[in-house]
């Protein structure tokens, strides 16, 4: 049965929109940096709350947030404005996020232990909400801009491009700038007003991008499909919500992203532990680092668009998944046969970067394929149900995303309870078996979850030949 349907035309972009739509990330990057890689470690090593309490507080905010999310894209599917469905959301997010970050990063003196997990918590939910704002519309423009199978590859390597890029930026300012011993701090990581310092500049970077992103996209907007008003009421919707996420390929990445995210989150909040006490990193070791993982970034920019033209998306993605864990865990699993170069070898810091910049390509552009992989299965429900829900799959993505995520950091703080490992410690002075048995469990969920991940990838029931198909069926053309 045929359905009146909104689509847009199968479009190749200008590079300016092509950028703005990746500019926008910065922020979320910034952000994502913060709470996988610092937030865990500043509550912990700086604050003085145990690592437990804060991945359980950090979960809940997280948790709590992602079901706000579906009320975000219920708000920006519905909204009607000159401006368009997204844009009075991008614009209207830039100060809350500002305010929620400079919060997060400047707790209170004097109060107790539970009064400082509820203040985390509270900012970390303030800060996560306001950008949700942003990031949700944002990236539902996404299929909105153009519905052609490649060009979609295209527009989120940039996403991912300049999210990675606003995250690694922040990383190696933190390393370099903000978070270095000082008379006071003899563990730069442990230095309790970088950390403030570093929040007042993150907080400058991430209103710039989301205001210069909303701004640099407006022009888009006369181009985006033009929809009714809607009487649509927030239970309908949720209905609607019900039935839209019932799609099995949606249903597919979602698990998919629980498993990847799920390995993401542990991987970032335990990395910083890795690098200082598996691997000893001090000084300049970081600002390599950083250096590593931008190289592995652009890579992706790169490799993403080119391994899936021609072909299909979620094989490629599950290839990628399965490189990634490989090399990511490869160190590790060496290190604990004896067989990789001790830290203080001169051969140590060289190779282990070359394996951190080739697994974060391979793992970068399997999120970028699957947030195009995403963006296809708007067609594909738009054909099934009659509505054009955007909002509701990239709500539902983040939803999933947020859940996990906050997963993942409660688990990499477990995991450090269970492996005993010590507060405020000192690199050189953990026990032996400390480390080892947090390399091992850090091993066996990451093998367990990536694997998984990539086994859901290689399921997804659609590839190029049924989304052309299905565009010429709903009557989607070029420019």
């Known amino acids: 049965m045929s359905v009146a349907v909104a689509v847009p035309p199968a479009r190749v972009l200008p590079m300016r929109s092509r950028l703005a739509f990746g500019l926008g990330s910065i922020a979320y990057g910034v952000k ?53 469905r997204r844009h009075p959301w991008m614009y209207g997010s830039a100060i809350p996020v500002a305010i929620g970050w400079l919060l997060l990063w400047n707790p209170p003196l004097g109060w107790s232990q539970t009064g400082l997990l509820f203040y985390l918590f509270g900012s970390a939910l303030l800060v996560r909400i306001a950008l949700s704002a942003f990031e949700i519309p944002a990236s539902a423009l996404g299929p909105e801009l153009s519905s052609d199978y490649d060009e979609r590859t295209k527009l989120f390597s940039y996403r991912y491009l300049f999210g990675w890029v606003g995250g690694l930026g922040m990383l190696s300012l933190a390393y370099g700038v903000f978070l270095v011993p000082d008379a006071g701090h003899a563990i730069g990581l442990q230095n309790g007003p970088g950390y403030s310092s570093m929040a007042s500049l993150a907080a400058i970077v991430m209103v710039l991008a989301i205001v210069l992103s909303s701004w640099g996209l ?111 865990v490869a160190p590790y699993i060496l290190r604990l046969m004896g067989l990789f170069p001790v830290p203080q070898s001169p051969v140590a810091l060289p190779l282990l970067l070359t394996i951190f910049a080739a697994n974060t390509a391979c793992g970068v552009s399997a999120f970028i394929i699957g947030a195009s992989m995403l963006s296809d299965v708007v067609e594909e429900s738009e054909l099934r149900t009659g509505r054009r829900s955007e909002g509701v799959f990239f709500s539902g993505s983040f939803f999933v995303q947020k859940m996990v995520g906050g997963l993942g950091i409660f688990m990499a703080g477990t995991i450090l309870s269970i492996a005993q490992f010590p507060a405020s410690a000192k690199p050189g002075q953990v026990p032996l078996a400390t480390v080892d048995r947090l390399t091992l469990i850090f091993i066996i969920l990451l093998l367990l979850f990536y694997g998984l991940a990539a086994f859901t990838y290689s399921r997804f029931p659609f590839g190029r030949a049924e989304h052309q198909a299905r565009l010429a069926r709903m009557g989607a053309g070029g420019e």
């Open 32 to 84: 994502d940096n913060g709470f996988a890689t610092f937030l865990l470690l500043f509550y912990n090593q700086v604050v003085g709350l145990s690592a437990a309490s804060v991945g359980i507080a950090i979960m809940m905010a997280m948790m709590v947030e992602a079901f706000v999310d579906p009320a975000v894209g219920f708000l920006s599917d519905h909204t009607r404005s000159k401006w368009g």
């Open 218 to 328: 407006h022009g888009e907007i006369k181009y985006l499909p033009k929809l009714a008003e809607s009487t649509e009421t927030l239970g309908d919707h949720f209905r609607a919500f019900r039935q839209t996420i019932s799609n099995r390929a949606f249903v597919i990445l979602m698990i998919a992203g629980v498993c990847a995210y799920t390995a993401q989150g542990i991987s970032f909040a335990l990395s910083n532990y890795m690098y200082q006490y598996v691997w000893e990193f001090s000084g300049g070791d970081y600002q390599w680092l950083s250096l590593a993982l931008l190289c592995g970034a652009i890579m992706a920019f790169v490799m993403a668009p080119r391994l899936t033209k021609g072909g299909d998306k979620a094989r490629v993605g599950a290839i990628l998944s399965v490189v990634n864990v490989l090399l990511v």
